[in-house]
C-alpha cells in the first residue's frame, strides 16, 4: 500500500514561488503531479520516474516548475515558479507501482492519490 501526504499550498500574488511536497510511504515507480481547477478535467502538470529520475513537464510549466526528490525524506517535491493567475488549481501527487520506462501524464494510469493541496494565484 502506498500513502501519500501533501503539504505547501496556499495563496500568493502572480510571479510569486510555492513548493508543494509529498511524503510517500511504500515504493512506487512514477509519481505525478496533477492539478483540477473548477469546471475543468484534472491535468497532468509533471512526472518523476523514481528509479531513472526522468522528468517530464506540460507544456504550461516547462521553465517555471521543476520536480524534485529527496530520498532520505521520501518526499517529491514539485517548486512552483512564475505562477499566472491560470496555475489556480487544487493539486495533488499520485504514485504508480507499475514499471514503465517512461511515466505517464494520464491521471487514469496512477493508482495511489494525496488528499490534494489548493494553489492560488491572484493578480
Known amino acids: 500500500q502506498v500513502q501519500l501526504v501533501e503539504s505547501g499550498g496556499g495563496s500568493v500574488q502572480a510571479g510569486g514561488s510555492l513548493r508543494l511536497s509529498c511524503v510517500v510511504s511504500g515504493y512506487t515507480y512514477c509519481m505525478g503531479w496533477f492539478r483540477q481547477a473548477p469546471g475543468k478535467e484534472r491535468e497532468g502538470v509533471a512526472t518523476?520516474?523514481?528509479?531513472?529520475?526522468?522528468?517530464y513537464y506540460t507544456d504550461s510549466v516547462k521553465g517555471r516548475f521543476t520536480t524534485s526528490r529527496d530520498t532520505a525524506k521520501n518526499t517529491v517535491y514539485l517548486q512552483m515558479n512564475s505562477l499566472k493567475l491560470e496555475d489556480t488549481a487544487m493539486y495533488y501527487c499520485?504514485?504508480?507501482?507499475?514499471?514503465?520506462?517512461?511515466?505517464?501524464?494520464?491521471?487514469?494510469?496512477?493508482?495511489?492519490w494525496g488528499q490534494g493541496t489548493q494553489v492560488t494565484v491572484s493578480s
Open positions: 499520485a504514485a504508480s507501482r507499475t514499471y514503465r520506462r517512461l511515466c505517464p501524464s494520464s491521471s487514469l494510469d496512477y493508482d495511489y
Open positions: 518523476h520516474h523514481t528509479s531513472t529520475g526522468t522528468t
